[in-house]
């Protein structure tokens, strides 16, 4: 099986045979804390965090530990959790690490912090974290090539990886720059499903993408969300064995 739940923001609930990861997870000052973590308690749960921004590091995700005690963290080495929480892994960008059967790769942000290649159940799920074709039109070009250089390098080092499922940012503040990011992934590695992310909820951006020409190729791979809480169920093998 392979269910996506889209939380808030870049936040995500991916769900695989035995394992439930959480990514990400931001409930903006309780607002958005709906995941009711005991539901997965059948799973391995694996939460992941990014880097300490606000919008990507929740202190929520520790309360459920208390519930659950065997949960799996797996945090940026810039995350400093409370120290009654016990299963931490600290991860630097550039490594790779095994959790059990899962293989955790890290790559460089050019913000803050790390992106994730998760490969768990035979499913391989990329989560960027900040890891952006940042090109802000303010900046000068020489800040903005830097930026280019250093994402694309990361991000070819999936070249031969076959994506089950990748979070991209797609930040509207970066105008028309919005879609570098995600345009880039698409023509540079196989994805079977792309979910647009860090949007701020601005979910005009979904027929944005569409409207796009340049992503004519692969729009038909791009996820459409609406809603906080929504699932996709992208594969169910159980069901078609
Ligand atoms: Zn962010």
């Known amino acids: 099986m392979l269910n996506v739940t889209y939380l808030h923001h870049s936040g995500f609930l991916v ?36 880097h300490f921004h606000h919008d990507h590091y929740d202190r929520a995700i520790f309360q459920w530990q208390k519930r659950l005690p065997q ?37 460089h942000s050019n913000d803050e912090g790390v992106a994730f290649l998760v490969k768990a159940d035979g499913k391989n799920i990329y989560h960027a974290g900040d890891l952006n074709w940042w090109h802000w039109n303010g900046e000068s ?37 919005y879609i570098l990011g995600l345009d880039y992934v698409m023509k540079t590695i196989e994805v079977k499903n792309a979910f647009p992310m860090h949007f701020w909820e601005d979910y005009s951006i979904f027929d944005r993408l569409q409207q796009e020409e340049r992503t004519l190729s692969y729009r038909n791979r791009i996820a459409q969300i609406h809603h906080r809480n929504e699932t996709f169920v992208l594969a169910n093998e159980e069901e078609m064995a």
């Open 15 to 50: 769900e695989t045979e035995k394992h439930c990861m959480i990514f990400d997870y931001f409930t903006e000052n309780e607002k958005y804390n709906f995941i009711d973590i005991a539901k997965y308690a059948s799973k391995k749960i694996m939460v992941f965090v990014s």
């Open 141 to 177: 070009d020489n800040f903005n090539k830097g930026i280019a250089g250093m994402y694309r390098k990361e991000i070819d080092y999936m070249k031969k990886t076959v994506l089950d499922v990748a979070f991209v940012p797609v930040d509207p503040r970066l105008e028309e720059n």
């Open 71 to 107: 949960i799996q963290y797996i945090l940026s080495d810039d995350v400093t959790p409370p120290s009654y929480v016990k299963n931490v892994l600290k991860v630097h960008f550039g490594k790779s690490y095994t959790v059990e059967d899962v293989l955790i790769q890290t790559f």
